[in-house]
């Protein structure tokens, strides 16, 4: 099993331009998360979905957008880059939210907005 | 404001010694703790957990006490090894808020040889 894969590793963007970071995941699993990741700090959740067809937003949404068409793959798209979103961007899923299933990570991407 | 804080950016100890890791937080709705642990350039992965009718959880090297009273949990690592140095982050949630995950901003440990 790969578990959770996303792509690019890295990406430099100018401010303006757009993006989408690719999340596919092969443990059939219901929930999916983006989090990211600012130097000194905690996860922020910038959205989820608990099964294809439903997203929602989570803690930091303001310039993103999600999109779940199958059980696989989550894309997040940054749609007018801005600095602010220079950051370590990581796709978790998990099976269940009740059971508190632990999540399970892809290794992130890294993004630099100049 | 931080409902979940790792006051501790970093800490180092010998190998061998035990390393605490802590972590406060203020929302007593939290039912559910967790640590995860983060090597650079990989994603954090699940290390252990505990519910909040316990007040102990074991797994081997590391264990996880949870004061519900002082709004405190720890993880102790015992012994440490050179492959723990890494950054651990604590995490929370709760039925009310769906589940979601809040975070604490990490602690980096280096395990000295």
């Known amino acids: 099993n790969a578990g959770v894969t996303q792509t690019p590793k890295f990406r430099i963007l100018k401010i303006g331009q757009s993006m989408t970071l690719q999340c596919t995941q092969d443990?059939?699993?219901?929930?999916m998360y983006w989090y990211r990741q600012d130097p000194g700090m905690g996860l922020k959740l910038i959205y989820y979905?608990?099964?294809?067809?439903?997203?929602d937003k989570g803690e930091v949404p303001n310039g993103y957008n999600v999109s779940r068409s199958t059980t696989e793959d989550f894309p997040l798209r940054l749609e007018l880059a801005a600095p602010s979103q220079t950051s370590v961007y990581f796709c978790?899923?998990?099976?269940?939210?009740?059971?508190?299933?632990?999540?399970?990570f892809g290794n992130g991407t890294r993004l630099t907005v100049t | 404001d931080q409902q979940v804080k790792q006051n501790s950016p970093s800490l180092s100890v010998q190998e061998g010694r035990i390393s605490i890791l802590n972590c406060d937080y203020t929302?007593?709705?939290?039912?559910?703790f967790l640590w995860y642990k983060k090597y650079p350039a990989e994603g954090p992965t699940f290390l252990i957990s505990?519910?909040?009718i316990k007040d102990k959880n074991e797994d081997g090297r590391f264990t996880v006490f949870l004061n519900k009273s002082a709004k405190h949990l720890s993880l102790h690592i015992v012994p440490s090894q050179p492959g723990d140095s890494a950054v651990y982050f604590c995490?929370?949630?709760?039925?009310?808020?769906?589940?979601?995950?809040?975070w604490g901003a990490g602690t980096k440990l280096i395990i000295k040889p």
């Open positions: 995490a929370a949630s709760d039925r009310d808020s769906n589940y979601q995950l809040i």
């Open positions: 443990m059939n699993h219901n929930y």
């Open positions: 979905s608990v099964g294809a067809g439903i997203t």
């Open positions: 978790a899923s998990r099976k269940g939210a009740r059971d508190n299933s632990p999540l399970h």
């Open positions: 929302n007593s709705m939290f039912d559910y």
């Open positions: 505990i519910s909040s």
